[in-house]
């Protein structure tokens, strides 16, 4: 790095602000943004992620909060967070394996 690109360091004005529950919760499930439609989308089509590899996910932000100098409020903030996140992803990890059991259960009545 030359002394212009250290003097006007484009990632100097980077924050670290804290998600809500909603924010964290639309990231991991790729929800879209409340003001963009599906049809405005130009974007390739997303890898679908499986509720294991959100699981996996949320441990690894698990162990990164660990691993580095949170603040304790800042990390039971985060912890919190991620406990409902966990919780949610196993909601939708249970309602899937229910309907998939129906699914399979009709399959083999017809």
Request: charged share 35%; no cysteine; net charge negative.
């Amino acid at each position: 790095m030359d002394l212009e690109e250290y003097i006007d360091y484009l990632g100097e004005k980077d924050t670290h602000e804290v998600l809500s529950d909603k924010e964290i919760l639309d990231l991991a499930t790729n929800l879209e943004p409340e003001n963009e439609s599906a049809e405005d989308d130009d974007s390739t089509e997303l890898h679908q992620i499986s509720h294991q590899e959100a699981l996996n996910a949320v441990e690894i932000l698990d162990q990164y909060i660990v691993q580095n100098d949170f603040s304790e409020i800042t990390q039971t903030e985060h912890d919190e967070a991620l406990l409902k996140l966990q919780k949610e992803i196993r909601k939708l990890r249970i309602a899937s394996f229910k309907q998939s059991s129906i699914e399979t259960y009709f399959e083999l009545v017809d």
